[in-house]
C-alpha cells in the first residue's frame, strides 16, 4: 500500500511540473524580408533615430513637417529594401510597428518551403510584391522559434 502511495503522490508532483512548464505561444503577423538585411537596415534606423537631425534637436525628437504621416506595412517593407528572393535563406518578419523578428532554423526552412509551394506567394515573389505572413511561435529577443507559418 505504502508503494501505491508513494506511486500516486510521485505521478502527482510530475503532472504538475509539466503543467507549469506550458509554452506561451504568440503570434504575429506582418511582412516576411531577408533577414539578412532586415538587421542592418533597422541598426540604421536605430542610428538615425538617436541622432540629431538639425541643430537644436535631441535626440530621437521627430521634425514636425506639417504633413501627416502616410505609414503603410507595404510600403515600409519595400522602402526598408528587404524584398525576398528566390535566393533568400534566412527570414525575418516585420511587424506593422516596424519592429523586425529573425527566424529560428527551422523557421526558415518552413519560409523556404512554403515560398515554393504556396502559390500566391510564389506569384507575390515573382511579382516583387510583399509577401504578409502571419507566423505563430514562442519570442526568444528578436528571434522567432516559428511552431507555424501561413
Known sequence: ????????????LASGLVFAQTVNIQQWHGTLVDAGCAGASAAKTADAASAPAEEGQTAGQAVDS????????????????????????????????GQTFKFDSVGNIRATEMLKSKANWTKDLNAGKPIHA????TL?????????LQ
Not at 134 to 137: A, D, I, L
Open 134 to 137: 502571419k507566423v505563430s511561435g
Open 66 to 97: 506639417g504633413r501627416p504621416q502616410k505609414g503603410h506595412a507595404k510600403a515600409e517593407a519595400q522602402a526598408s529594401g528587404c524584398t525576398l528572393s528566390s535566393s533568400t535563406s534566412a527570414f525575418a518578419l516585420q511587424a506593422a510597428g
Open 1 to 12: 500500500m505504502e508503494k501505491f502511495a508513494g506511486l500516486v503522490a510521485g505521478l502527482t
Open 140 to 148: 526568444s529577443g528578436d528571434t522567432i522559434t516559428v511552431a507555424s
